[in-house]
């Protein structure tokens, strides 16, 4: 089955400064990768996705990378604000079987 | 769309007892899943649901844990008896299908005492 690595497990960084999350993947099938944001006691929320027939998506500060020959994909945060620290998991599906999801990384953003 | 609708919050139980969390998914959507989150395991995925039915419950750690969906709009995951391990947020997501976005609910916070 899949398996979804992801690095760091903690990252600290100025206000104002990006940040980058790795994650890597073991099944060739999958072909959709979202990224979730979990704040202290709250639930996951979908931030961002990014299907295979893409290499790249942006949403105002957030973008997602996709390297399929590598299996590996990235969330890049740009200007970080303080209101970024929290938990952040990505997770990766063929589309036939549930997601799976890497460790998390928490993010602080120092001000 | 009151997004995915989970009961109780919290809940606090004796080692020994049955223990059932609620779930209401979003309208329309067909497939259902339960995670569990630790600090140890990450997210866990216990069981999940198409069409109200179960695909795979691989992820169910023990017999003492079972699950159900006897509708589009309703699902429980119980546990009996509960034991201190089983401490964890327990979360119900919802999607259109296995290879959509999910939304959680806000999740069932449990400690077994």
């Known amino acids: 089955g899949e398996n979804v690595e992801q690095h760091p497990s903690t990252l600290s960084v100025q206000e104002g400064d990006s940040a980058v999350i790795k994650c890597t993947y073991s099944?060739?099938?999958?072909?959709?990768f979202p990224w979730y944001k979990q704040e202290l006691g709250k639930r996951p929320q979908l931030i961002i996705d990014i299907r295979s027939n893409v290499g790249e998506k942006k949403d105002q500060r957030i973008a997602v990378t996709l390297n399929k020959t590598a299996k590996h994909f990235s969330l890049h945060i740009t200007e970080t604000q303080p209101e970024d620290s929290a938990v952040y998991f990505c997770a990766a599906s063929p589309g036939n079987t549930p997601l799976v999801f890497g460790k998390g990384t928490r993010l602080s953003v120092i001000a | 769309d009151a997004g995915v609708i989970q009961s109780p919050r919290h809940e606090v139980t004796e080692m020994g007892q049955e223990v059932t969390l609620r779930c209401k998914p979003i309208?329309?959507?067909?497939?259902l899943f339960w995670y569990r989150q630790t600090m140890m395991r990450g997210l866990e995925l216990l069981i999940y649901?198409?069409?109200?039915?179960?695909?795979?419950d691989s992820g169910m750690p023990e017999d003492r844990f079972s699950a159900k969906m006897p509708n589009a709009s309703f699902s429980t995951l119980k546990i009996q008896p509960s034991e201190p391990r089983d401490s964890a947020v327990y979360f119900c997501?919802?999607?259109?299908?296995?290879?959509?976005?999910?939304?959680f609910g806000s999740g069932t916070r449990l400690t077994v005492v």
């Open positions: 649901f198409n069409n109200n039915v179960p695909i795979d």
């Open positions: 309208s329309g959507h067909n497939s």
């Open positions: 997501a919802s999607s259109f299908d296995t290879g959509s976005g999910y939304t």
């Open positions: 099944d060739s099938a999958s072909n959709y």
